[in-house]
């Protein structure tokens, strides 16, 4: 049974078509990750997919209900959450970023501080907790993003490219906490060029190659 | 008050008296102040939410007469605070649209005028401080879930220190204006006299002393508001 599914779905910019896909039908609970070459449209996908972007054509079911991109519905927006390749943190404070989601879903305060904490310990990011997020790393910014996402438990994770530009510390640490999400019963996509991130277990592939997604039958790296 | 000599040999004693004046507690210097103060606190307290609020949805949002609108707001910072003044005087007298109303030389017509002067500057800076904002972190708020109201919120406390430059710019523009605030207050001593309009009369006078102590009271306000601007200036860009 699949949880998420979008068919003929198109998207151009300008005189450049990007994708066109038929069917992408996304499992519940099963990790996905996408590979394809710069430029092919992995992150549009996945910003369309979050809603970020509208697609030219296309129409969406999640479970058995249906919904487009005009507007993209707020409940659709409560089980998807995107990442950044380069998290955005707020000028706020660690702790507060990971509150954020749980704020806007009105989250009472002892559940939302209970809910930080295990996210904090998760991400192990207590030694963070008294720095600015704009004076982080770039593998820190990376884990608290992930903490905000986690601490959601959302149905459907959206990453782009969660592991480029990482030093080597954070990268195995991030996919650390990425082994984490796909063992969980979220359903995951993550666009990826990193064989580690690709070759973690349970992981399906997809490719999109000629503007199509196609199950990929071998790893392949960019 | 004491009379003080227009030879310029003597601005060194007008100065002392200046500094006697403000140091004694004057009591029509200081309600000068006062008036100056309160007319610029009340008008500013009108103008951020509502100057902040026409940015945001102008930075924000695509809707008809958008542009039109940026454009005009954009011109009306170059507007002159004395044909603000002309306008309002002309609205506000007996003849006028508002004559019905009575607010001609008074406070309340002081600080309509220095709303309206402040607002273009307000749109203005935060409109562009709004825009200047990453892409991201909208779409994060976005991500995240959150409503429009907190998406709005989210993005005014990420450029807090570029809209604090608009509120300092829009306050010193309204404290040391006073084209508007001579018209449509009429410089009545203790009720719509501040320190502009005073510093304008007494000089005219040749009662340098008030004239030179409200200057600096003027000059001191203009100072520590251009401080706060450059440090927040200096934040919003890090």
Known sequence: ?222 | MRRISKRPLELLDATQAALHLLLSGDADLWRIVGVSLSVTLRAMLIAMPLGISVGYLLASARFPGRRPLIVVTQGLLASPTVVVGLILYLLLSRQGVFGQLHLLFTQTAMVIGQVLIALPALIAFSLSAIQGADPRARETAVALGASVPRIAWTMLVEVRFALMVAVCNAFGRVISEIGCSLMVGGNIAGVTRNMPTAIALETSKGDFAQGIALGIVLLVVALSINSAFAFFQGESRR
């Open chain 1, 1 to 222: 049974m699949s949880l998420l599914t979008v068919t003929a779905l198109s998207k151009s910019f300008g005189e450049r078509r990007l994708l066109s896909i038929d069917t992408l039908a996304l499992d519940s609970g099963q990790s996905y990750v996408l590979t394809g070459e710069n430029g092919s449209g992995k992150s549009t996908l996945l910003r369309i997919l979050a809603g970020l972007e509208a697609p030219d054509r296309g129409c969406g079911r999640y479970g058995e209900r249906p919904f487009d991109w005009h507007p993209y519905p707020g409940w659709l927006r409560r089980q998807i959450i995107y990442v950044h390749q380069h998290p955005y943190l707020f000028h706020t404070s660690v702790a507060e970023n990971i509150a954020y989601g749980l704020r806007a879903r009105g989250v009472d305060r002892g559940e939302r501080e209970r809910l930080v904490a295990a996210a904090i310990a998760w991400a192990r990011l207590a030694h963070l907790l008294g720095t600015p997020p704009q004076k982080l790393s770039g593998g820190e910014r990376q884990r608290v993003a992930l903490a905000r996402a986690w601490v959601l438990a959302p149905q459907v994770l959206l990453l782009d490219e969660p592991t480029a530009n990482l030093d080597a510390e954070s990268r195995l640490q991030t996919i650390d906490l990425l082994r984490g999400f796909v063992a969980a019963q979220t359903t995951a996509v993550i666009a990826c060029h990193d064989r580690d991130v690709i070759e973690l277990p349970d992981m399906q592939r997809l490719q999109v190659v000629d503007r199509q997604i196609r199950l990929a039958p071998e790893p392949r790296c960019g």
